[in-house]
Each structure stands twice: as structure tokens, then as C-alpha cells.
């Protein structure tokens, strides 16, 4: 399997507990988008039967959006739905206890990963890859990196948290891992996953972090909430 060709698709709870991955490969997304393509081409004929309609048009959308109207209709998009693929894989990917499981909504089958020895208190899914992370509860906390096919793992990294993992997220370019500790300064630490090590840590302070992103178009920027 090469997974540079595959391709997924995200969304979760607030907690990031439990997540919907939609697989394809990139033949199917080429064939998506000639769909899609041809879809608006049609859906474009149909609106410019005639020179009447469009005149109407030219006449209605200044008056109800402004003069501006074609740069507005162009930044306010339809929400654009899963894409159609040939073959496709959509699980759900959760945890339970020290167990990681992905679960096939189509076959109604389910694999386990069970490389942690005790509970796990967080999981995260890589961007781009089959790959998943998962923390743990524990006195001195390891982080498991574990490819969500094969169920086999990749990396094993200690943190330097106290009590637990409370948070993961992988980066935007899936390069790097962030886990927050549920220690009582709510540490954050910074990990090249691929390498295994760790590339930061610091305290943030004695207040509960609730959350953590990454910013979309900047890999090397994040945000944190709490109180």
C-alpha cells in the first residue's frame, strides 16, 4: 500500500473520542472531480437557457446583493458533501478501556489495537495517512503511533507528563505530534513522531486546556482553549 495515494476525510466529537474516517484512493478522487465538473457545467446550461433568463439575472442580483454581487456569489459556496468513489473505506475509529478499535460501518467487522497496557485517555488521526496516535493514563504516560490497517505499531514515545495524556493532535503537514498532560501545570510537549522524539515541552499554566488545534495554513502554529 502506498500512502502517500490515500486520502481521508474527518470529523469528530469535541473531545476528539470517537472519529469518522472516509479512505479513498486518487484514482477515485480524479474520477470525483470529472464528476463534479460536469455537474456544473449542466448545472450552468440550465441556469443560461436564454438570453431572457440571464438579462433577468443581471437585473435581480445587483438590486438584492449589491454591485459586487459576482465576487459575493463566488465567496459563498455550497457546503460540499463527501465525494462519490468507486471503492472506498469509511470506519469509525474509537477507543475503549487500553483498546484502540476501527470499526467497518459497511462490513459491520471490527480490529483492535492493542499495544497499550493500560487505559486510553486520548487518540488522534493523522491528516493525510492511515496512522493514529494514541495516549494513555499513567504515572509516566507513552504516546503509541499505530497504522490503522495493519493495527501494527509504528513508534512508542515516553512523555514527560505526569498523570496522563489529556490531549493529541497531529500537525497540519502530519509531521509533528502535540499531546497536553493531565499533570497539575497542564504540560504541553512537541514530538517529531516519525523520529520518536521530542522537540519541546513547557508548562502552560494550572489552568484545564480543553482543546487544541492546529492552524490550517501555518504547521508550525496552534491554538489552545480553557478557562
Request: aromatic share 12%; charged share 20%; hydrophobic share 40%.
Amino acid at each position: 500500500m502506498v500512502l502517500e495515494h490515500i486520502y481521508g476525510v474527518l470529523v469528530s466529537d469535541k473531545r476528539h473520542t470517537v472519529m469518522y474516517m472516509h479512505f479513498f484512493n486518487k484514482l477515485d478522487q480524479d474520477v470525483a472531480d470529472r464528476i463534479k465538473l460536469k455537474q456544473a457545467i449542466s448545472a450552468t446550461k440550465a441556469l443560461n437557457h436564454g438570453e431572457a433568463a440571464e438579462k433577468k439575472l443581471d437585473e435581480l442580483l445587483p438590486r438584492t446583493l449589491g454591485t459586487d454581487y459576482q465576487s459575493l456569489l463566488k465567496q459563498h459556496q455550497a457546503v460540499e458533501y463527501d465525494p462519490v468513489h468507486a471503492t472506498c473505506q469509511k470506519q469509525l475509529l474509537y477507543f475503549t478501556s487500553r483498546i484502540g478499535v476501527m470499526y467497518d460501518t459497511s462490513k459491520r467487522s471490527q480490529k483492535f489495537y492493542q499495544g497499550h497496557k493500560v487505559k486510553i485517555s486520548s487518540i488522534a488521526k493523522h491528516p493525510f495517512l492511515r496512522v493514529v496516535a494514541t495516549g494513555e493514563v499513567n504515572m509516566s504516560p507513552f504516546i503509541h503511533v499505530w497504522d490503522s490497517q495493519s493495527m501494527e505499531t509504528l513508534v512508542v514515545m515516553q512523555t514527560a507528563h505526569k498523570g496522563g495524556v489529556l490531549h493529541l493532535v497531529f500537525s497540519t503537514d502530519g509531521t509533528k505530534l502535540v499531546s497536553i498532560g493531565m499533570d497539575r501545570t497542564f504540560s504541553l510537549q512537541i514530538f517529531n513522531w516519525k523520529q520518536g522524539r521530542s522537540i519541546a515541552y513547557r508548562n502552560t499554566g494550572y489552568f484545564p486546556i480543553l482543546g487544541i488545534k492546529f492552524n490550517p495554513y501555518d504547521d508550525m502554529s496552534f491554538v489552545t482553549c480553557g478557562y
